[in-house]
């Protein structure tokens, strides 16, 4: 079970995966030993799987990204989800209620290798409907 510290660090954490732990522990108003030994047992209990890299807007610029909605036939579920994550493009998939089964997030390097990525969604056995929203810009992301 979580602590209300535990979130916090998590939070913070979520804002800057890098920040030092003297700085963390600064913040929590704890010591860098309490800091590290929480990060210790949220590490090996499996709450913080990892820790990643977030590229800048410029970095990603020239590339397209959009969320496909796909409608999959019933019982096809799992083998759609595996078809689509063998592939590279697709950085995300969700399980959602609704008019559609899944959703995906794409990233690809422009409009053309995302028209033919939707081409390739389109025709995995099972999905026998889709339908895309290309991302403008990002206004707010705290992964």
């Known amino acids: 079970m979580l602590t209300q510290k535990d979130e916090e660090l998590i939070a913070l ?7 030092s732990v003297a700085s963390l522990a600064r913040k929590l108003g704890l010591s860098r030993t309490t800091v590290q030994d929480r990060l210790k047992r949220l590490e090996e209990q ?20 959009a969320y496909v909605s796909l409608e ?3 019982r096809r579920a799992v083998d759609v ?11 995300a998939l969700y399980t959602v209620s609704g008019k559609f089964d899944i959703i995906a997030l794409v990233m690809t390097r422009s ?3 995302m028209d033919r990525l939707l081409d390739q969604i389109g ?6 409907r889709t339908e895309s929203a290309i991302i403008l810009s990002t206004k707010l992301d705290r992964r």
């Open 46 to 65: 499996r709450v913080i799987e990892g820790y990643s890299v977030k590229l800048s807007e410029q970095t990603n610029r020239g590339g397209i990204g």
């Open 72 to 74: 999959v036939e019933p």
């Open 111 to 113: 409009a053309e290798h």
């Open 81 to 91: 989800t595996g078809a689509l994550s063998a592939i590279p493009q697709i950085g």
């Open 13 to 19: 954490l979520k804002l800057n995966a890098r920040e």
């Open 123 to 128: 025709q995995i056995s099972g999905v026998t």
